[in-house]
């Protein structure tokens, strides 16, 4: 049963437009949502998060919008650049639990 | 210095086989976490261990368990290896809600 659901295994953009990730869940008792990026051979290394009570979080280009009622928060990455190319990977808190999506593979072509 | 360290980074092993992953986190951090990537690269917890007590188990089998000696170090131990136990394994930490987990790079584990 997967509680948090990352749709597209991979995206391709263009150098400097926007990168939208998307990430779906089903447990409402999340209260809060993280980002995580990762490169090949390396852990994933945190990029962003939200809390339940806001919808949107911003920290240089990364923008992570929060809709409670649909259950869906998008990572928007403007301008995009080649070195944001690798896999990410959206996940949900409940107390101590954390459940990861499957990761999105993330291209930014020059 | 890496924040959380594991080691080693590969392990080959037959069937049967008893191994052990360790990992060490220089962070502070209260919490610390066994996760196994699947063939899906789902990442799923298997372990958390808060202040040395074991706080999350999800359904692992017994052949697996953790051991913690002290709060920045959580080792993986599994026993009687199987094929199916071939996976990558992070260990992770945490401290408080901001900045979220801190992950080790991996191990990669094949079971031959």
């Known amino acids: 049963d997967q509680q948090v659901k990352q749709n597209s295994p991979s995206l391709s953009v263009q150098e400097g437009r926007i990168s939208i990730l998307n990430c779906d869940y089903t447990?409402?008792?999340?209260?809060?949502f993280l980002w995580y990026k990762k490169y090949p051979a390396e852990g994933p290394t945190f990029l962003i998060s939200?809390?339940?009570?806001?919808d949107k979080n911003e920290d240089g280009r990364f923008t992570v919008f929060l809709n409670k009622s649909a259950k869906h928060l998008s990572l928007h990455i403007v301008p995009s650049q080649p070195g944001d190319s690798a896999v990410y990977f959206c996940?949900?808190?409940?107390?101590?639990?954390?459940?990861f999506g499957a990761g999105t593979r993330l291209t930014v072509k020059p | 210095d890496t924040a959380v360290s594991q080691t080693p980074k590969y392990l080959v092993t037959q069937m049967g086989n008893d191994k052990s992953i360790k990992c060490e986190q220089n962070?502070?951090?209260?919490?610390m976490y066994w996760y196994k990537q699947d063939s899906k690269k789902f990442l799923k917890i298997m372990f958390s261990?808060?202040?040395?007590?074991?706080?999350i188990n999800e359904t692992v089998p017994n052949r697996f368990s953790p051991k913690s000696p002290d709060k920045a170090h959580l080792n993986l131990h599994i026993n009687s290896l199987e094929l199916g136990d071939s996976a990558v394994y992070f260990c992770?930490?945490?401290?408080?809600?901001?900045?979220?987990?801190?992950f080790g790079s991996g191990t990669r584990l094949t079971v031959v």
């Open positions: 447990n409402s008792m999340f209260d809060y």
């Open positions: 996940a949900a808190r409940e107390d101590n639990d954390m459940r």
């Open positions: 962070l502070g951090h209260d919490t």
């Open positions: 992770a930490s945490s401290q408080g809600d901001i900045y979220g987990y801190t």
């Open positions: 939200i809390s339940s009570i806001k």
């Open positions: 261990y808060n202040n040395k007590e074991l706080i």
